[in-house]
């Protein structure tokens, strides 16, 4: 099967968990392409996609969102699949006791759903590299606040992204 795993990403962490989603995938025979959503060409050429977004604010990267919305006619009419990357820091639950990846989904994410109806959408931990910030970021995360917000490191779950590629070939193959 021809796969699609189109992407946006501000400082390569969701990047690096298309890649990797795509290695695993390929791992299982299917043919892959992973771009970032502006480098996509024809979609016809593919039989599935996979769309990603870094997270920032509860909101996709504008440009995945655009992407979802000029292409979902096409997307509709084949099995989708969405992740967001996003939460950072150690703990999974916020301090009400509530899943991370639950409080994080995207605020479009009702919106994209009702268009494409993907069969999942998951959201994996991000990454935080300090050096990487634009100067707002900076700014913000020097902040007492904001330094908790935004806590340093590589919060990727490389094992759950390696098992939401089992999930999605499942999902494809014949039975």
């Given at each position: 099967?021809?796969?699609?795993?189109?992407?946006?990403?501000?400082?390569?962490?969701?990047?690096?968990?298309?890649?990797?989603?795509?290695?695993?995938?390929?791992?299982?025979?299917?043919?892959?392409?992973?771009?970032?959503?502006?480098?996509?060409?024809?979609?016809?050429?593919?039989?599935?996609?996979?769309?990603?977004?870094?997270?920032?604010?509860?909101?996709?990267?504008?440009?995945?969102?655009?992407?979802?919305?000029?292409?979902?006619?096409?997307?509709?009419?084949?099995?989708?699949?969405?992740?967001?990357?996003?939460?950072?820091?150690?703990?999974?639950?916020?301090?009400?006791?509530?899943?991370?990846?639950?409080?994080?989904?995207?605020?479009?994410?009702?919106?994209?759903?009702?268009?494409?109806?993907?069969?999942?959408?998951?959201?994996?931990?991000?990454?935080?590299?300090?050096?990487?910030?634009?100067?707002?970021?900076?700014?913000?995360?020097?902040?007492?606040?904001?330094?908790?917000?935004?806590?340093?490191?590589?919060?990727?779950?490389?094992?759950?992204v390696d098992e939401w590629a089992a999930l999605i070939d499942d999902q494809l193959v014949p039975a």
């Amino acid at each position: 099967m021809r796969i699609l795993i189109a992407y946006a990403s501000k400082h390569g962490a969701t990047g690096g968990i298309a890649e990797r989603l795509g290695h695993r995938l390929a791992d299982r025979g299917h043919h892959v392409e992973v771009v970032p959503v502006w480098s996509t060409g024809d979609l016809r050429e593919f039989d599935a996609f996979v769309v990603g977004s870094a997270t920032y604010l509860g909101h996709w990267r504008r440009e995945a969102t655009d992407w979802v919305r000029r292409h979902h006619v096409v997307l509709a009419d084949h099995p989708v699949f969405f992740f967001s990357s996003g939460p950072l820091g150690g703990d999974r639950t916020d301090a009400s006791g509530r899943d991370l990846r639950t409080v994080s989904e995207p605020r479009e994410m009702p919106e994209l759903v009702a268009a494409v109806h993907p069969r999942d959408h998951h959201v994996f931990f991000g990454r935080l590299d300090p050096e990487a910030l634009t100067a707002p970021e900076r700014l913000i995360r020097r902040t007492p606040a904001g330094h908790q917000m935004l806590p340093s490191g590589d919060f990727r779950d490389w094992a759950d992204v390696d098992e939401w590629a089992a999930l999605i070939d499942d999902q494809l193959v014949p039975a």
